[in-house]
């Protein structure tokens, strides 16, 4: 009676601690009742019994206890690691870690030769650095393109032969089928298509600019004139022709391929990969160095033709007129004075080697408005590779780190019609968007408008006041409809659903690297408008510190959200106004391309730092913020489409 009354408790016992409920001893020490299958466990805390165990509760909680414990304890012991996976994890984590190493020294050494380069006079070290970086980078690109089709080509042919077998009768065995080296993400994994299209347009851009270079390198090797034929150089030439064809088979691979999971030879692709991004941040920052480069001359030598057409005087006095300060800075330290006779002296400001007169006026026209085109590519290039390189070795049935596959990843071969679809197609449902995108156009055509009045006034030094004060005014009206479409648009958009296998960390990061370039550029230009008294200045800058501040969290918020219900799908709340900042952003990136950017946009900030420093302090902060505005339109394209449909399966993060 006693051994089943007994069993009569502990039977008890277990009903009730299923589900969990806190219960104390009686010297009142909580103990923990957790349950849930083989998960079950009693912390107990002391040697106290349970008040809800009568009649001899301390050997009966200790029997469950050891049983409990000595049960679970087989099923919950995770399995050993086998020495295979253990060396397969261990050589993917230092692949890993050493190709990211590999990138930081490829960029620190570069910036170390490119302003070597800037400092020094007749050298060629960017320009043979230059030279491998892209030669490794196409004869991966080659390499990786062909070695795909190859494994298509076999699959198609695996897939076929599955085919004639099932025909047949004969069973077709998926062992024999090994881990794929290839496979290919769908959905929005794959990659956004307007985001493909960004980058075709900056790399037609980006292809102009360096034909143009090339043809400014071919006039130096067939001039006449001995200083002019001694500014030719092998290497930038041989460069100027390497590093458009590398850019072009590199968008190729991307429009093609940029969806594709590399499960072959990892450890290579990582590091192939990561040259690549490197590569691509290199030539980045070469291109700003560059373009300030050219601005400080193109400055100098205006300054320089005009006091030579004023003042027709001695030999002497011409020399020392070259090297005339351009608008020195306001202030009365001596650091600073010898900063910027030093900007102003420096090698870079000579220009020895213009080449043909009407060649050199015509890339200097049309030089700043295609730089932007080629820093835009590399850093849009950097983001693509970047989540190539994430998803290394993430389709061969379990990632480097055990986890299972995407379930979005097709492993080939599978199906022909899933497997070997394209990667570049396009559909799109414009509901609740129409009225928003007429708005956009009105708005992109005003601005259109604005850029021909800017630049026709510009043109003639009585209306420069005008051509500015028409920029301000452009600027700040877009601004202010853009700061209250993100807040309406917020408040919307907060009723839709929350999609918690969403993929949006690099989208994140790119914002976020952005914002402080604003900051800078805000800081530096507030100060002069507040020395000038200029408050349409003053309203403009702060206004778009503001909207940025509103649109960064609206993005980030709005690529985490999703319409699971018919009634969100129906409804759209929001779509119109996502729509309108799409267009109203693609707006302001031309407007900073094209105004900002101007050559000849002589403002209070040219007077405030001098046009030396104010060149450089620009071309530091307007790529970013112009990446920041061209970004956001790709992210906003990426709410307007997935944040209105169901959320997709879930996913491995990365």
Known sequence: MRGSHLN??????????????????????????????????????GRQHVTSIAHNPLQTSRSVSSLSFESCSSRDEPSS?????KTRIFRGYLAMILS?????????????????DVVLVNTSMAEMYGIYLVAFGLAWFIYLYNDIRRYLKNARKDFALQQRRNETGVQWSRKSVSVPHYCFNQGRHSGSFYLKIGAAGFCFGHLIHSLLLFGYQVSYLTSSEPHVNKCASIPTLVLDILYPTYSFVQLFFIFKYSNVIINHCTELARFALMHCIASSLCFWVWTILRETVDSLSHLHHNRASAIQNLMPVLHEERSEALHYPITPLPITSKGAQDLVK??????????????????????????????????????????????????????????????????TCRQLPSGYDADFTSNVVLHADCHSANKGLFAGLIVLVGSAVSIILFFVAMADRAFVATGLFVNAVTELSLLVMMTVAVAVAYRQMTRLDVNKHAVSLLDDLLLFICIPAFFLYAIFSIMPAVHSKSYISIATTVLQVIQVLLQTPFIIDGLRRCSNSRALRYQKPGRELVTFLVVCNVAMWIIETFEIKSQDARDDRFHFYGSVLWTMLSHMTLPLTMFYRFHSSVCLVDIWKSAYEPAEAETQRF
């Open 8 to 45: 009569s408790r502990t039977e008890k016992y277990l009903d009730d601690i299923s589900p969990p409920q806190p219960h104390f001893s009686t010297t009142g020490v909580l103990v923990q009742m957790q349950a849930g299958g083989c998960g079950s466990r009693e912390y107990l805390f």
């Open 81 to 85: 690691t086998s020495n295979e996976e």
């Open 100 to 116: 990211c190493v590999y990138a930081v020294f490829i960029v620190t050494l570069g910036l170390v030769i490119y302003i070597s």
């Open 342 to 407: 030093f900007l102003n002296d420096t090698s870079f400001l000579h220009d020895h080697c213009r080449g043909a007169r009407t060649l050199s006026d015509n890339f200097e026209n049309f030089s700043p408005y295609l730089y932007p085109f080629t820093i835009e590519y590399s850093i849009l290039v950097v983001g693509v590779l970047f989540i190539m390189w994430q998803n290394i070795g993430r389709c061969c049935g379990h990632s480097m780190t055990g986890r299972p596959c995407w379930p």
